[in-house]
């Protein structure tokens, strides 16, 4: 498997520090609110690549920590007259309500930063014993310019990223890119004890802290969004290295932006939208086979239309399933008849692309054509006049739970329920073929339509479709 390394800017093979074990990091959310659908993306991706991986046979720890301790939470708690603690815990069990509907597995470990505080104070103090940082009167500050390959991540010397970068004037640092380690206690200010005196953490301190913790000084990947590669992934890389003298991650995987109708997602121009908002219209489901019909790379936009074609597809090829499903009612054989050998063959054709494609940097969007292929190849060689037999049926279906688990779709077992009426329809209108009176068979057929069913008269019976 091959990976874009952001590091490097280049894709290279995939080898893991340890033969068949992978040690990944993903940023979670800062939770204060229901995540959005920005949030998603990574979210679903990175679940994506620790899925693939576990299916190429590696043992994955995967750790995505919860933030919950910073400014937004603090302001966002006294909004509310509640404890940052009691903000976290609501959103962190709104986060996994939104997280299963998605598809997107538990990590191996959901640390919080609240938690790890100790851990967190470990780090700093590595730092300030061996210069890398300094304490200006209970802040303690990360130096930059000490860390003299600051920018590997960005590809941007120190110099041009002070130029360009959003800085906070504060007399008390060094200089303009130091970076706060340590946050000296503010009044109503949740705080820790600490060798600097009562404060908190700053926000790119808690994930060294907690990947050296859970993982390991080296780890094999890193993700999160495109817009965390600086400076929060680059602090990493300073505060990880300066205290541990080695590499801190060998691959660094980063997501592409998501635009919501051509534009930046922003709450001043009303195109902001959280998961939990779109999840009222489109199933969760839907959202995710979305975010994974394009690379992960590439800037993905986010529409009304282009969930509703998403959705369109999606269904596409649970009819398929579905067809094949009804048809295996009436199969028999437990081997495939010779004419079927070239389906088969067709078909792990296509499973092979699908593995080629994700191999070939978490290519999804590939990988979703090489099932619609599988798709094309069931509509056009397997209907109910070919009678099927029942193994070539039970092989394709469980080539798309293979495939489907790998992405995180295609796992919807149970067919929606038929109401009672819409079933009474459908007995009156076999009646009705039987009695051969097409006008009433046609007439009950329209009516279905009405209440969003098509019914489809094979040589096994009415099958029926919903729209």
């Given at each position: 498997m091959k990976l874009f390394n952001t590091l490097t800017r280049e894709k290279e093979e995939f080898v893991p520090i340890k033969p068949g074990e992978v040690k990944m990091y993903s940023c979670g959310p800062t939770v204060y609110n229901y995540f959005h659908i920005g949030n998603a993306r990574p979210f679903i991706i990175f679940d994506t690549l620790r899925r693939y991986l576990e299916y190429q046979g590696y043992k994955v720890r995967f750790v995505q920590n919860f933030t919950d301790i910073d400014d937004k939470m603090i302001n966002k708690a006294n909004e509310l007259g509640i404890t940052v603690k009691e903000l976290a815990d609501k959103y962190i069990e709104e986060y996994f309500i939104d997280a299963k509907g998605l598809g997107i597995h538990h990590a191996t470990v959901h640390p919080r930063a609240t938690e790890n505080i100790d851990a967190i104070i470990d780090i700093i103090q590595k730092l300030v014993d061996s210069g890398y940082a300094y304490?200006?009167?209970?802040?303690?500050?990360?130096?930059?310019?000490?860390?003299?390959?600051?920018?590997?991540?960005?590809?941007?010397?120190?110099?041009?990223?002070?130029?360009?970068?959003?800085?906070?004037?504060?007399?008390?640092?060094?200089?303009?890119?130091?970076?706060?380690?340590?946050?000296?206690?503010?009044?109503?200010?949740?705080?820790?004890?600490?060798?600097?005196?009562?404060?908190?953490?700053?926000?790119?301190?808690?994930?060294?802290?907690?990947?050296?913790?859970?993982?390991?000084?080296?780890?094999?990947?890193?993700?999160?969004?495109?817009?965390?590669?600086?400076?929060?992934?680059?602090?990493?890389?300073?505060?990880?290295?300066?205290?541990?003298?080695?590499?801190?991650?060998?691959?660094?995987?980063?997501?592409?932006?998501?635009?919501?109708?051509?534009?930046?997602?922003?709450?001043?121009?009303?195109?902001?939208?959280?998961?939990?908002?779109?999840?009222?219209?489109?199933?969760?489901?839907v959202i995710r086979f979305f975010m994974l019909s394009a690379h992960y790379r590439s800037p993905i936009n986010f529409s009304k239309d282009l969930m509703e074609s998403a959705s369109s597809a999606l269904e596409r090829i649970y009819t398929c399933m579905d067809t094949l499903k009804f048809?295996?009612?009436?199969?028999?054989?437990?081997?495939?008849?010779?004419?079927?050998?070239?389906?088969?063959?067709?078909?792990?054709?296509y499973k092979q692309k699908f593995i080629d494609a994700m191999d070939d940097d978490l290519n999804t969007a590939d990988a979703i054509s090489a099932i619609f292929e599988i798709v094309s190849e069931v509509n056009k060689n397997i209907t109910s006049a070919s009678e099927p037999s029942e193994y070539l049926i039970e092989y394709i279906l469980s080539v798309f739970d293979e495939l489907g688990s790998v992405l995180g779709i295609l796992g919807r077992k149970e067919k929606e329920t038929v109401p009672d009426e819409v079933k009474e329809m459908l007995e009156e209108r076999k009646n009705a073929r039987a009695d051969k009176d097409w006008a009433k068979s046609d007439l009950i057929r329209d009516k279905l339509k009405d209440f969003g069913y098509s019914v489809k008269d094979t040589a096994q019976g009415q099958q029926l479709i919903k729209l």
């Open positions: 304490n200006v009167d209970g802040d303690v500050y990360y130096s930059t310019k000490k860390f003299k390959s600051y920018g590997k991540l960005s590809h941007q010397p120190l110099e041009d990223l002070e130029s360009g970068a959003r800085i906070e004037v504060n007399e008390d640092k060094h200089e303009p890119m130091d970076f706060a380690l340590w946050k000296k206690q503010k009044p109503g200010e949740p705080a820790w004890e600490s060798p600097w005196g009562m404060g908190r953490p700053g926000w790119h301190i808690e994930c060294s802290a907690m990947a050296n913790k859970y993982l390991d000084k080296t780890i094999d990947i890193h993700s999160g969004g495109q817009d965390l590669i600086f400076p929060h992934h680059e602090n990493e890389i300073a505060q990880s290295e300066a205290a541990n003298c080695c590499q801190f991650a060998n691959y660094w995987v980063h997501n592409g932006y998501i635009n919501v109708d051509n534009r930046k997602m922003s709450k001043s121009l009303g195109n902001f939208f959280t998961v939990r908002d779109v999840a009222k219209e489109f199933d969760y489901e048809l295996k009612e009436t199969a028999s054989g437990e081997d495939a008849r010779p004419e079927e050998i070239p389906v088969l063959e067709a078909v792990n054709g």
